[in-house]
């Protein structure tokens, strides 16, 4: 994948998994300030982006490496994930009609 569609990637990504989130409702009501949030988005991006290209552009060898060493803060005290009922819902809505499957 070119580098311009892996950052492409990673901004809709960061931009979908903030939308609707307690980080996003807390701006909202003034807890967070715009160059707070504007903060946190860039960082999102970048570690995405990093993740991304590692994933999809690096060798399996240094991907593993790097996974390797994520791994060493995977987060044990968090719940399992489930799939995100609103992610469904909004690709559900904003599917476009398949030509060759009848209405």
Known sequence: MNDQ???????????NCTRESELHESLKQ???SQ?????FNQQMSNKLYT???YLL???ADEYSVMMEALAKHFPDNWETPELDQ???NH???NQ???PARPH
Not at 35 to 39: A, I, K, T, V, Y
């Open 5 to 15: 569609t892996v950052k492409k990637l990673a901004l809709i990504i960061a931009a």
């Open 30 to 32: 003034g807890k967070l």
């Open 35 to 39: 160059e707070q949030l504007n903060s």
């Open 51 to 53: 993740f991304l290209t």
């Open 57 to 59: 552009n690096k060798p």
């Open 86 to 88: 609103s992610f469904l």
């Open 91 to 93: 690709s559900s809505q």
């Open 96 to 98: 476009l009609p398949n």
